[in-house]
Structure formats: structure tokens, C-alpha cells
């Protein structure tokens, strides 16, 4: 090999290096020097793989075209190619057609690529068919067919494909474990991922790579694992802040708002940086304590033009500002926001609704229709939400019917869950019973809540009873809804009923969990329980509590009591868990 050769050689070794890539105009440069030297028998290879590498996929189609005696090694080159073009197929299936006059056209490394390409144009059934050309198929391809279906959003199918894998003894690498661990937190295959994340385990470096970590951390929190994800989360050695992101992110959807703002705060004590995702679970969290001045503090550790910028973290903090009470604030938030999609419209709607503002909720939707905006399934819950806090049960059924007959949206389990609501709220008491009956599926125990929120205010004790009994059917743990249930037994008389109920819950283990509310006051949240004295300020707060019961009393307020005692008399209701939020003023 000439001089001119080895220097060329040289260059396009080091530039196999991804730190190394070499700039696409010298990738050409040696290209012309290589025709013109008629070395390409020599080079074609390194040539190939460095046209790929810089980008240069119609360059690269072009040189692997001139290839006299193209290989299995050249061919998944050309073919990495052919699928980032915009229209890879027909390239694609004239590289299969060369492909298959290969002497050894069955290579694992040509199908598998085959496979990827494939997969990129959709054809699942090509990709599958080029798989099962393997006989013996590496951990790379089982990975290709793995993220074949999952990128066409099939992750069922991916969890199958992954089964059949470790049936067949292939042992997960990273990309495996990542793949296969992000399917079973899609599909919540909690016991898939558990054995996929043992076998990782097992893997020298495997489990360490914070890709896998993470992935198994997001498993265990759409699983509501929550323990098993901090116990992976506390053991990671190079938290990023995905990881981190994931973490109050799951403390957040979990019902464990501020275990996730403690870590969220952790955080910034580590000196770690939290993305838009990790601020967007805080301010989940804020919102559920109604924490506003914490919201206010972890929206302040991003750039301002960042919140502005991002859909979802203005929609988060929209959210935040509405639930927690500052309606103008989170008014402010939608009128900076650069981009409104369809979720920042319809939060600040379900936001005006809420909070008492219909007919500026109601504008809004005008003003949404007219920049172009269509209404989706969402935006009718905000308008159904508006109408239920607000009583507009005229408005209501209008809403629901121009959604089903005019917009032909079909409704979903929350749209009829509000319009129960509405009608529960209004004393139609029976019209919301029916309409459960006439739904498309099932109730849940929201749908069945909302009718037993209707039930206690105007005071139907017989089909509260039903509904209780729905409940208990569907949340057989909650141990309020059998209280709430024993209580009505007790004030009808029904004292057998009520005995048989509290054996019930003996024999299931169910314990009778206090109630308990938050409190933010000077920017930390204080958690109290019903009849709780831990507080230290626990005299104080009882004593002004007093104080406060007794002026109620003298300026006429009397304690509402259902028949079927679901509420308590006055002394329960000011020394419960709600009543010491009266502390904050």
C-alpha cells in the first residue's frame, strides 16, 4: 500500500471513534482521493462506515452502489443509511433484493439491519419475517425486533418478543434492559420488569448504567412501588436528573406530595439542577397540598423564559396557581405563555372553572375556537367542571350534548363522572342514578363518590347506601367507606348490619385510618391528623379552636347532621383534622 493509501487508512480508522467523526467535507475530500488513486478495493469498508457516520447517507448509497463485490460487512452500512433517508423503502428493498445473492444473505448482521429498516417504514411484518430468517439471533437482535414494537407502540408485543429472548438464554445488555424495563412500566407488567431487572442485576456494569436505573425507578413508580423505587433510587451512584425527575415525579402521582417536594428540595442541597420535568412534579405536589408559596419557590429554579417556552411546565404551573387559589396568577402565565397548544387552553379553562369563573371559562372556549384551536375531550371536561362547582345544570346538559352530537366526541368515564356530579350537586339525585345505569362502562368509585357526595348534602340515606356498598365493592381497602356505611347502619337502627360490617373489616385486616389535611404556613407544610397532638403548638391551636367553636355557637351556627350520621357533631368537626387548618389565621 502506497504512502498516500496509509495516510488515508490512518485518517478513516481514527474517525471510526464517535469522539473522533470526521467532518463530512473531509470524509468527501478523501473520498475523490480514493477513486482517484483507485485504492477503493482497499478502503471501501472504512470509507462506507465513515460516509454513515458523518451523515452522508446519499454519499454512502452512492459509494456502496460502486462496491464491485458487496458483503455482509458493507451491507448493514447501506442499509443504516437507507433508513434515514425520508422515503427509505424503496432504497431499502432494492438493498434486500442485493442483499439476498449474498452467499451468506442469512447473516445476522444484514437481517438485523434489515430489520431496523424495516421497522422505521412501519412494516412490522417484514421486520418480523427478516427476525425469524435468524438462526441464531444475538442480544442486538432481539433488541432491533424489541424496539421494532415498542416505537410502533405495541409494548405488549415487545414484552412477548422479550420473554421469548431470555427463554431462549440470551442474557440482557444495557439497550436490552432499558427497552424491555421502559415496556413493563407502559403496560404496568410489574412482574416482567421485576424478573428483567433481577437479570440486569446479575450483568457485570448492567445495573450500574443509570440509563437501566432510571428505567427500573420509573417501572416500580407507574407500578405504585414506590419503596422499591426510592430503594433503586437511594442505591444509584450518578444520579442525572432524569433520575431525579422520576423520583418526584412518582412521590407527586403517588399520593405522596411531600416526600416528593422534601426530595425535590434534596436536590437543590446536592448542588443537582432540576430539568422542566423535575419542576413540573413539584409543582404536581404543591398543587396538592395547596401549597402556593412552595409552588412559587420551585417554579424559581428555572429560567423564566424557559416556563414561558415550555407547554408543559406553563400548563403545570397554570394548574398550580388555579388549585391553590391565585387565579390571576396563573391568568398572567397563560398570557405570556409563547406557545399555547391545546393542554395550556384547556388548563387555564378547567382553572377559571373551578375556581368560580364560568363565564370567563365560557369566553375562553371563543376565543380558543377563533385562534384555531379545535376542542377536544378535555376542553368539555373543563366546561363540564364549570358548570358542576357553578350549578348550571341547563348549561351542563348543553355542553354534554353538542360534545357527543355536534363535535362527535365520545364521552368518557370523567365526562360522565361530571355530569353525575352536576346532577348529584343539584338534587337530581335519581336523574344521576340513571344516568350511571346508562353508561357505555362501568362506574368507578369517582362516578359512585360523586353520587354519595350528592347523597350527604341532600341527605338520602337509602341511596347513599348503594353507593357505599358500590364503593366498598370497588375500593374493598378503603376503610372510609365502611365507616361512612357502619354509620348509616347505626343511626337506622340496623345494629346487626353494622356488627356483620365491622367483623368484615376485622377479618380483611381494614383499620380505620384517621383523616388528615395540610397546611403551608411561612413556606412549610404541616401535616395534622384527626384528634392529633403531636403538634407542639398543640394547646394553642385546640385552645383558639375552642374559642372560635364557642363564637360559632353564640352567633347561631348549628352543626349539620345527616341522618344517616356520615357528619359528626360540632366538637368532631372543629378538633378534626380540617378543622385545625383554622390555625393558618
Excluded at 451523515?55 to 454512502?60: D, E, I, R, V
Excluded at 430468517?133 to 424489541?146: G, Q, R
Excluded at 442505591?235 to 425527575?245: C, L, Q
Excluded at 348503594?466 to 366498598?472: E, N, S, T, V, Y
Amino acid at each position: 500500500m502506497s504512502d498516500a493509501a496509509a495516510a488515508i487508512r490512518r485518517l478513516l480508522v481514527a474517525g471510526v471513534r464517535p469522539s473522533t467523526h470526521l467532518p463530512p467535507l473531509t470524509v468527501k475530500l478523501l473520498h475523490a482521493r480514493v477513486l482517484r488513486l483507485d485504492i477503493l478495493a482497499d478502503l471501501s469498508l472504512l470509507l462506507l462506515r465513515a460516509t454513515t457516520s458523518s451523515g452522508l447517507h446519499l454519499h454512502a448509497l452512492r459509494l456502496h452502489a460502486l462496491l464491485p463485490e458487496p458483503s455482509h460487512l458493507t451491507f448493514p452500512f447501506a442499509l443504516k443509511s437507507a433508513s434515514r433517508l425520508p422515503f427509505p423503502l424503496p432504497v431499502g428493498a432494492q438493498l434486500h433484493a442485493r442483499s439476498l445473492k449474498l452467499p451468506s444473505h442469512s447473516n445476522p448482521h444484514v437481517l438485523t439491519s434489515l430489520l431496523g429498516l424495516y421497522a422505521k417504514c412501519g412494516r412490522l411484518h417484514d421486520a418480523q419475517r427478516a427476525f425469524d430468517e435468524m438462526p441464531h439471533p444475538s442480544t442486538v437482535s432481539w433488541t432491533a425486533l424489541i424496539a421494532a414494537y415498542m416505537d410502533a407502540g405495541h409494548a405488549l408485543e415487545a414484552i412477548g418478543v422479550a420473554r421469548r429472548a431470555f427463554a431462549s438464554g440470551m442474557r440482557p445488555d444495557s439497550f436490552t434492559a432499558v427497552r424491555v424495563l421502559t415496556a413493563c412500566a407502559r403496560v404496568a407488567d410489574l412482574e416482567t420488569g421485576e424478573a428483567v431487572w433481577a437479570a440486569a442485576r446479575q450483568e457485570e456494569g448492567v445495573a450500574e448504567s443509570v440509563f437501566v436505573a432510571t428505567a427500573a425507578l420509573d417501572l416500580y413508580v407507574k407500578c405504585g412501588e414506590m419503596e422499591k423505587a426510592r430503594s433503586v433510587f437511594d442505591e444509584m451512584k450518578n444520579r442525572d436528573a432524569v433520575a431525579w425527575g422520576a423520583m418526584v415525579g412518582g412521590y407527586a402521582s403517588n399520593g405522596h406530595p411531600r416526600e416528593a417536594l422534601d426530595l425535590f428540595f434534596a436536590m437543590q442541597m446536592e448542588g443537582a439542577k432540576p430539568d422542566c420535568y423535575t419542576v413540573v412534579g413539584a409543582l404536581s405536589a404543591c398543587t396538592r397540598l395547596g401549597a402556593l408559596d412552595l409552588g412559587r419557590q420551585a417554579v424559581g429554579m428555572v429560567h423564566w423564559d424557559e416556563v414561558l417556552g415550555n407547554p408543559v411546565l406553563g400548563t403545570a404551573l397554570i394548574d398550580m396557581y388555579a388549585k391553590c387559589g391565585s387565579t390571576s396568577e396563573a391568568w398572567m402565565v397563560f398570557q405570556q405563555m409563547l406557545e399555547r397548544d391545546i393542554i395550556v387552553w384547556n388548563a387555564m379553562i378547567l382553572g377559571l372553572g373551578m375556581t368560580g369563573h364560568e363565564k370567563i371559562a365560557f369566553a375562553l372556549v371563543g376565543q380558543m375556537k377563533k385562534s384555531g384551536v379545535k376542542l377536544n375531550d378535555n376542553t368539555f371536561i373543563g366546561l363540564l367542571c364549570s358548570c358542576t362547582h357553578t350549578g348550571l345544570v341547563n348549561d351542563g346538559r348543553q355542553y354534554f350534548h353538542n360534545m357527543t352530537h355536534v363535535y362527535r366526541i365520545s364521552p368518557r368515564i370523567e365526562h360522565y363522572g361530571c355530569m353525575v356530579d352536576l346532577f348529584s350537586r343539584a338534587g337530581l339525585l335519581e336523574e344521576a342514578h340513571q344516568l350511571i345505569g346508562d353508561m357505555p362502562m362501568l362506574a368507578n368509585a369517582v362516578v359512585w363518590g360523586a353520587l354519595l357526595g350528592g347523597c350527604k348534602i341532600h341527605r338520602n340515606a337509602d341511596l347513599a347506601e348503594h353507593a357505599l356498598k358500590q364503593l366498598i365493592r370497588l375500593e374493598p381497602w378503603n376503610s372510609g367507606n365502611y365507616v361512612m356505611l357502619s354509620n348509616i347502619y347505626s343511626n337506622s337502627g340496623r345494629w346487626e348490619d353494622a356488627a356483620k360490617l365491622r367483623l368484615e373489616m376485622k377479618a380483611k385486616g381494614i383499620e380505620k385510618v384517621p383523616a388528615s389535611s395540610w397546611v403551608e404556613l411561612d413556606g412549610k407544610v404541616h401535616k395534622f391528623y384527626v384528634g392529633d397532638d403531636s403538634h407542639p403548638l398543640s394547646d394553642k391551636i385546640y385552645a383558639k379552636l375552642d374559642e372560635l367553636g364557642m363564637e360559632m355557637k353564640a352567633m347561631g351556627y348549628e352543626p349539620t347532621t345527616e341522618p344517616s350520621g356520615i357528619l359528626k357533631d360540632l366538637d368532631t368537626v372543629i378538633h378534626g383534622s380540617g378543622g385545625i387548618d383554622i390555625c393558618k389565621f
